[in-house]
Structures are given as structure tokens and as C-alpha cells.
Nanobody
Framework: VQLQASGGGLVQAGGSLRLSCAVS????????IGWSRRAPGKEREGVSF????????YIANSVKGRFTISSDTAKNTVYLQMNNLEAEDTAIYFC??????????WGRGTQVTVSS
């Protein structure tokens, strides 16, 4: 199983980025995919999640209205569209696959840096 996060970078406040999490070795029918982030000096925060069916999504209050999660099952990829980025969004972003009673898988993170 591999989860490959990409799309991070340096952007000015107010800008946008789209993160991708390419998943191999497991089925979107069985696993939901989520995004978490860890900012310097802060605890890890769950940002967004999309269920295995794709029918249910979660967006943290801290990013609601600015971030959107979506999935492309044909590409086995989950996206996190981040708009109107703020300096507080600076963090390493990780994607995670989880399912009840199954192992949890984490991908390597991608750095997002927002300059103010």
C-alpha cells in the first residue's frame, strides 16, 4: 500500500494550491481517505476526510469555506483544493487511509508554506 501526497509549495496569502494523494494497493470501496496537517509547534490536526463511498465528507471548522475534498476513483486519487490560504495554513500535510477494523496507512507529507 502506498499513499503519495504531492502538490505542496510556497504560495502567498490569498493564493490557492491543490494537493493530491495518489493511492495504490487498496480500494476506495473499502477505505476512506483523509488529510491531516502538522504545523510547527502544534499538534496534528485533522483537516478533511472523504468516506469510502465518497458520499460523506468532513471539513474542519478552521478551513471550512476555503478547502474542498474530492476523489477521482478512476485515478485512485483524492484531492484537497485549498483556496484563500492563510499563514496559519502553513504545515506539512499528510494523507491517510483508514477503515474500521483494517490497518491505517499514512503517506509521506507535502509541505505547504503560506507567506503573509
Amino acid at each position: 500500500v502506498q499513499l503519495q501526497a504531492s502538490g505542496g509549495g510556497l504560495v502567498q496569502a490569498g493564493g490557492s494550491l491543490r494537493l493530491s494523494c495518489a493511492v495504490s494497493g487498496l480500494s476506495f470501496d473499502d477505505y476512506g481517505i483523509g488529510w491531516s496537517r502538522r504545523a510547527p509547534g502544534k499538534e496534528r490536526e485533522g483537516v478533511s476526510f472523504i468516506s469510502s463511498s465518497g458520499g460523506n465528507t468532513y471539513i474542519a471548522n478552521s478551513v471550512k469555506g476555503r478547502f474542498t475534498i474530492s476523489s477521482d476513483t478512476a485515478k485512485n486519487t483524492v484531492y484537497l483544493q485549498m483556496n484563500n490560504l492563510e499563514a496559519e495554513d502553513t504545515a506539512i500535510y499528510f494523507c491517510k487511509a483508514n477503515s474500521p477494523r483494517r490497518p491505517i496507512y499514512w503517506g509521506r507529507g507535502t509541505q505547504v508554506t503560506v507567506s503573509s
